[in-house]
T-cell receptor
Framework: GQQLNQSPQSMFIQEGEDVSMNCTSS?????WLWYKQDPGEGPVLLIA?????ELTSNGRLTAQFGITRKDSFLNISASIPSDVGIYFC???????????FGAGTRLTVKP | NAGVTQTPKFQVLKTGQSMTLQCAQD?????MYWYRQDPGMGLRLIYY???????DKGEVPNGYNVSRLNKREFSLRLESAAPSQTSVYFC????????????FGQGTRLTVV
C-alpha cells in the first residue's frame, strides 16, 4: 500500500504567493524526488535529493531531504499561473527499482 | 525528440478481453517501468525491467504480464481485463536502476466495462 503521506491534498493560492508541501513516511528512503504532472501528461522530474539534509533549488523551487530520511518538503516561491498542476513526491527504497509515490498535491493558482 | 512513446492513448475494453499496451523509448535507457495511476493514489509500480532480458514485479503486479522485447520496447499485457484495471497507465525509462533521470510517457487511459 501507500507508504508516503503527502500533504496537503490540494491548495488554492493567489498568484505571487509562496507554496509549501511535504511528504512523510514511516520508512527510510535513500532518494527523494519531486515531480510535476500537467493534465493529460506524464510526470516530469523537478528536483532529485540524494543525501539526508540536502537542500536543492531549481529556479523558484526548493526542496529538502529530511535529516531522518523519512520526510521531504517542496517550496515554490512567487507562484505563477503555469505552476498549476499536481505535484508528487517519490521516495526510493533500498532497491533501486522500488520507488513509491505520494498521492499528490493539486495546486491551483488564481491570477 | 520522441522520448517515451506509449500506444494507444485511449482504450475501452469489455470485461474478459485481452490487450497489450506498447511502450518504446529512444534514449538508449537500460531500465523501463510500468505504473498505473488512480485518483488519489499517486502512481503504483506494476512491473519493471532493470535491463534487457530481465523483468521483476512491482507493487501491484496481479493481473498483468510484461515483455521486454528488446532494449527499446517494454510491453504490458492484460490477459483478462477486469473493471478494477480501469486506470491511466504510464511507462517510464531511466538510464540506470535509479529514478533520478526517469522519463515518463504521456499515458494510456484504459476503461474496462
Amino acid at each position: 500500500g501507500q507508504q508516503l503521506n503527502q500533504s496537503p491534498q490540494s491548495m488554492f493560492i493567489q498568484e505571487g504567493e509562496d507554496v509549501s508541501m511535504n511528504c512523510t513516511s514511516s520508512s527510510i528512503f535513500n532518494t527523494w524526488l519531486w515531480y510535476k504532472q500537467d493534465p493529460g501528461e506524464g510526470p516530469v522530474l523537478l528536483i532529485a535529493l540524494y543525501k539526508a539534509g540536502e537542500l536543492t533549488s531549481n529556479g523558484r523551487l526548493t526542496a529538502q531531504f529530511g535529516i531522518t530520511r523519512k520526510d521531504s518538503f517542496l517550496n515554490i516561491s512567487a507562484s505563477i499561473p503555469s505552476d498549476v498542476g499536481i505535484y508528487f513526491c517519490a521516495g526510493q527504497l533500498g532497491n533501486n527499482n522500488d520507488m513509491r509515490f505520494g498521492a499528490g498535491t493539486r495546486l491551483t493558482v488564481k491570477p | 525528440n520522441a522520448g517515451v512513446t506509449q500506444t494507444p492513448k485511449f482504450q475501452v475494453l469489455k470485461t474478459g478481453q485481452s490487450m497489450t499496451l506498447q511502450c518504446a523509448q529512444d534514449m538508449n535507457h537500460n531500465s523501463m517501468y510500468w505504473y498505473r495511476q488512480d485518483p488519489g493514489m499517486g502512481l503504483r509500480l506494476i512491473y519493471y525491467s532493470a535491463s534487457e532480458g530481465t523483468t521483476d514485479k512491482g507493487e501491484v503486479p496481479n493481473g498483468y504480464n510484461v515483455s521486454r522485447l528488446n532494449k527499446r520496447e517494454f510491453s504490458l499485457r492484460l490477459e483478462s481485463a477486469a473493471p478494477s484495471q480501469t486506470s491511466v497507465y504510464f511507462c517510464a525509462s531511466s538510464e540506470t536502476g535509479g529514478y533520478s533521470e526517469a522519463f515518463f510517457g504521456q499515458g494510456t487511459r484504459l476503461t474496462v466495462v
